[in-house]
């Protein structure tokens, strides 16, 4: 199958700092790239859809000012979660796909906020 | 909202099959049935996906009732590095691009 890359694959940050995610396609150019958070014990919740060079469409709730969204190519997708708080801390995982086929994770990045 | 059902966690002993039902009543004739497994800290892989014809690969087998309104992955002989929570999905495969909805799926325990 085809492989999705995150990095960095966890973080520990001070509370009010930035912190930046990316998501790469390592053998495809994904048209689409998702973003999800997961909290313990909890399935996976959708945050966003990253279109290639036009704006992130964000799911209910979801503060787009606070989770940036670039996707500048075809291959990363990036996320930043902006002046970060504890409650931010969580799994971020993204995923890519081609057009209308599979899709495929990351491994996934895990944000821990002092 | 999730369009499956799926029991909460289910055991195996290692080496047996493992059969992880479904249900999607609600399945529309464009949605495939999609399912994912995550391990522990992992993001999610794919296993198999299907539209109405039963479905093999190298990983598992997937079996779609005729009505569409169900379907079983299966684990031919589980081993313990199949412990996973399982996702079954139905997506609706268009032009564009829709994400994954995932539900709770099923914690799968393999047991020595």
Request: one cysteine or more.
């Amino acid at each position: 199958g085809a492989v999705v890359s995150q990095h960095p694959s966890w973080v520990i940050c001070k509370s009010g700092t930035s912190v930046k995610i990316e998501c790469r396609s390592l053998d495809f150019q994904a048209t689409t790239m998702f973003w999800y958070r997961q909290f313990p014990k909890q399935s996976l919740m959708l945050m966003a859809t990253s279109n290639e060079g036009s704006k992130a469409t964000y799911e209910q709730g979801v503060e787009k000012d606070k989770f940036l969204i670039n996707h500048a190519s075809l291959t990363l997708s990036t996320l930043t979660v902006t002046s970060a708080h504890p409650e931010d801390s969580s799994f971020y995982i993204c995923s890519a796909s081609r057009s209308t086929d599979t899709q495929y994770f990351g491994p996934g990045t895990r944000l821990t906020v002092l | 909202d999730a369009k499956t059902t799926q029991p909460t966690s289910m055991d195996c002993a290692e080496g047996r099959a493992a059969n992880l039902p479904c249900n999607h009543s609600t399945i529309s004739g464009n949605e495939y049935v999609y399912w994912y497994r995550q391990i522990h800290s992992q993001g999610p892989q794919y296993i198999i996906h299907g539209l109405k014809n039963n479905e093999t690969n190298e990983m598992a087998s997937l079996i779609i009732t005729e009505d569409r309104k169900s379907s079983t992955l299966i684990l031919p002989h589980a081993t313990l590095r199949d412990t996973a929570v399982y996702y079954c999905i139905v997506r609706e495969v268009t032009s564009g691009n829709t994400p994954l909805v995932f539900g709770k799926g099923t914690r799968l325990s393999v047991i020595a």
